[in-house]
C-alpha cells in the first residue's frame, strides 16, 4: 500500500518539474518579446520611414500571425509539441538575430517575416500544459502559466529602456532577444519529454473526449460533414505519444513523415475547425478582443484630454494594472474552483463585468474612478482569457489543442486589424468614443453568451 501510495505521488511529481519548466519558457519568451515591442516604431522611423511606411510596416507581423496562428497550431498537433515548439524558437531567435543587423527597412521587414510565421512558441506552450493536464487542473495551470508570461512582460521593457541608452542600444537589445530565445530553445531540448507519457495518457483518459478516430475516418468525416461538429479528434492512434514525446524518435516517424502527409493533416484539421459548430466561442473571443483593444488604444491621450494627467502618470497606471494582470493568473484556479469549473458560467460573468467596466471608464468623472475600474478590470480580463480558452478545448476536444489554441489566436489577430480603425473612427466623435463602441460591443458578447449558454451546458451534460 505505502509503495503504491509512493509511486503514485512520485507520478505526479514528475510532471510537475516540466510545468514549472514551460512557465519559465513563458516567462523568458515574454521577457524578451517585450525588450523589443517598444523599440520597433523608433528604430524604423531612425531608418528613414515615413509615418504611413512605417505603419504598414509594422502591420507586416500582424498579418503574417494572421495566417500563421491556426496552420503552425496545427502542425504542432502533427508532429509534436517538442519539434514544433523547438522549429519556432529557433526561427524566431533568428529573425530577433537578423532584427540587430536591420540597418535597413528592407532588412527590417525581412527580419519581421520570421517571427511573424514561427512567433507561437506561447501557443504551442498552453497545447503542451492542455496535453499534460486534466480538464479540472487545467485552468489553474493555464491561470499560472499567463501570470509567470506577464511578469516577463512587466520587466522586458525595463531592461529594453537601460539597454537603449547605450550606443546602438536597439541592436544590442535585438540581439539578447534573440539570445534569450536561443536559450529557451535549449532548456525545451533538455526536458524529460519521455516523463510525461504516463501523465498524459492518465489526463487524456480521464478527460471527457471521446476515442480517437483514425487518419481515414477523420479524413472521410470532413468529406462528409458529420453532424457530430463540436469535437475535434487526432489523426492516428498515436496522438498522445506523439504530442509527449514531440514525434522525435525515429521510430514515431510524426517528424520525418513526408511533407505531403503533414500538410494533409494540418489541412484536415483545419477543415475540421472551420465545419465545427464553435463559430460562437470565437465570435465571443473576436468581439471581446476588439473591446478590450478599444478600451487601451487611446488610453493615454484619453487620460490627458480629459484629467489632464501627465504621460508618466499615465504610465504608472498602466503599469499597476498590468501587474494586477499578472497576480489575477494565479486567483484563476481558486475562482474555477468555486465556480465547480463551470466555464461558461464563468465566461458570462467576467464578459458582463469587463463591460460594466468599460462603461464606467468610459463614464468617469474622476482619476479615482479610472484608477478603480482598472484594478477590477485587469482581474476580470486576465479571468475572461483564461476561461476562453479552457473553453474552446472543452468543446472542441483537448486532442487538438494545438489547432484550436492557434485557431482562437488567429481570430484575436483579426481584432489586432480591426481595433485600431474602429478606434481611430470612434475617436473622431469623442475621447470616450473608443471605450464606448467597446462597450456596444461587450453588450453584445453577453447577449450571445445568455443565448448560447444554455445550449452549451446541454450538450456538455450529454457528453
Known amino acids: 500500500m505505502n509503495n503504491s501510495t509512493c509511486a503514485s505521488a512520485h507520478k505526479r511529481r514528475r510532471p510537475t518539474r516540466i510545468i514549472r519548466c514551460i512557465y519559465v519558457v513563458g516567462f523568458m519568451d515574454l521577457f524578451g518579446v517585450s525588450m523589443i515591442i517598444p523599440l520597433l516604431s523608433h528604430h524604423v522611423k531612425s531608418l528613414g520611414a515615413s509615418p504611413t511606411v512605417a505603419g504598414i510596416v509594422g502591420s507586416t507581423y500582424g498579418v503574417l500571425q494572421l495566417f500563421s496562428s491556426t496552420v503552425v497550431g496545427s502542425w504542432s498537433d502533427v508532429v509534436g509539441r517538442r519539434y514544433s515548439l523547438l522549429t519556432c524558437l529557433l526561427l524566431s531567435g533568428f529573425g530577433y538575430g537578423l532584427l540587430g543587423l536591420s540597418t535597413s527597412i528592407a532588412l527590417f521587414v525581412l527580419a519581421r517575416i520570421p517571427v511573424g510565421l514561427f512567433k507561437h512558441s506561447l ?19 493555464m491561470g499560472h502559466f499567463n501570470a509567470a508570461s506577464s511578469v516577463g512582460f512587466i520587466l522586458g521593457p525595463m ?10 542600444g536597439f541592436y544590442l537589445s535585438s540581439f539578447v532577444c534573440a539570445a534569450i530565445f536561443l536559450l529557451n530553445a535549449g532548456l525545451v531540448w533538455m526536458l524529460p519529454w519521455s516523463e510525461t507519457l504516463n501523465h498524459s495518457i492518465d489526463a487524456n483518459a480521464n478527460s471527457k473526449t471521446k476515442p480517437s478516430k483514425s487518419y481515414d475516418e477523420l479524413k472521410n468525416s470532413v468529406q462528409q460533414n458529420s453532424s457530430d461538429k463540436n469535437h475535434i479528434r487526432h489523426p492516428n492512434a498515436s496522438a498522445v505519444r506523439s504530442q509527449t514525446n514531440g514525434g522525435w524518435g525515429w521510430r514515431d516517424m510524426s517528424v520525418v513523415q513526408p511533407a505531403w502527409r503533414q500538410l494533409i493533416s494540418v489541412w484536415v484539421r483545419i477543415c ?35 484629467f489632464q494627467l501627465k504621460p508618466k502618470v499615465t504610465g504608472y497606471l498602466i503599469s499597476y494594472s ?69 473553453l474552446e478545448l472543452q468543446r472542441g476536444g ?24 474602429l478606434s481611430g473612427l470612434a475617436q473622431e466623435v469623442s475621447p470616450c468614443g473608443p471605450p464606448s463602441l467597446g462597450v456596444v ?20 451534460k450529454v457528453m
Open 398 to 421: 483537448a486532442q487538438a489543442s494545438g489547432t484550436l489554441i492557434g485557431a482562437g489566436q488567429s481570430v484575436t489577430a483579426v481584432g489586432r486589424v480591426l481595433a485600431p480603425l
Open 123 to 141: 501557443s504551442i506552450c498552453r497545447a503542451l500544459l492542455s496535453d499534460l493536464m486534466s480538464e479540472k487542473e487545467r485552468p489553474l495551470v
Open 322 to 390: 498590468s501587474m494586477l494582470g499578472a497576480l489575477a493568473g494565479c486567483l484563476v484556479g481558486p475562482v474555477t474552483h468555486l465556480y465547480g469549473n463551470n466555464m461558461s458560467a464563468l465566461l458570462l460573468h467576467s464578459t458582463a463585468l469587463t463591460c460594466t467596466l468599460i462603461f464606467l471608464y468610459a463614464t468617469a468623472p474622476n482619476v479615482w474612478q479610472v484608477l478603480l475600474t482598472s484594478t477590477f478590470f485587469a482581474i476580470s480580463t486576465t479571468i475572461g482569457r483564461t476561461c476562453i480558452t479552457d
Open 272 to 306: 475540421m475547425v472551420a465545419s465545427s459548430d464553435m463559430w460562437d466561442v470565437f465570435l465571443v473571443r473576436l468581439l471581446m478582443a476588439v473591446s478590450i483593444m478599444l478600451y487601451y488604444s487611446n488610453f493615454s491621450l484619453a487620460m490627458e484630454e480629459r
Open 159 to 168: 531592461v529594453g529602456g537601460y539597454l537603449t541608452e547605450h550606443e546602438g
Open 441 to 460: 460591443l461587450g453588450l453584445v458578447a453577453v447577449g450571445l453568451l445568455f443565448v448560447r449558454t444554455p445550449k452549451w451546458d446541454s450538450k456538455t
